[in-house]
């Protein structure tokens, strides 16, 4: 008996030296699970907060003034960063000049960066009006427009005349946040022209 009870000492000790490391290696896999969905919840809570402040440049947007009649016709307005033609796009639908500084440069400038709720948050915006060609008036074969049908009533125009047709117009915003977050944004609005 004395020879057997020897041989067993080792064994009880290798197995318990095997179960402690699967727990330690199974601790360590939950802890790096939990890291991994902490910072994903955070990267999302960072990216719903720069949606947020995105729409200042919305807000922006739809208070400028721009150009109607034929002031329309010509080029993008820098001051306003504005584009009386609907402009070049990524595969997502991302205008170029919120990707590439040097196109930005030919719609807008970066002094009308808006400044987030902290000196980290940067949102650049531009505007742009949905036509193919920069026309003196929006019309439906050149342009993206809204155009309410006569309902008729009180609400139809009395002497018969087509309702006013108004061009769609885009603002597009990119918000670079902490930690080198990136939200892109588009909205939409129409203003009247005449």
Known sequence: MKASRNSERGAALVLAL???LVLILGGLAVMRSMNTALTTSGNLAFRRDLVNQA????????????PKGSAAIGNAILNVNYSPVTLATNDQGI???????????????ASNDL???TSDVKIRYVIERLCNVPTALASATNCIVFERPPTGGSAHLSNNAEPEVQPV???????????NTKVFIQNTFTKPEV
């Open 55 to 66: 729409e200042q440049a919305v807000a922006k947007a739809v208070a400028s003034t721009f």
């Open 115 to 117: 400044t987030g709720a």
């Open 95 to 109: 205008p170029l000049a919120l990707v590439d500084d040097s196109v930005f440069a030919t719609v807008g400038v």
């Open 18 to 20: 095997v179960v402690l």
């Open 169 to 179: 117009f885009r603002v597009s915003a990119r918000v670079l946040g902490p930690r």
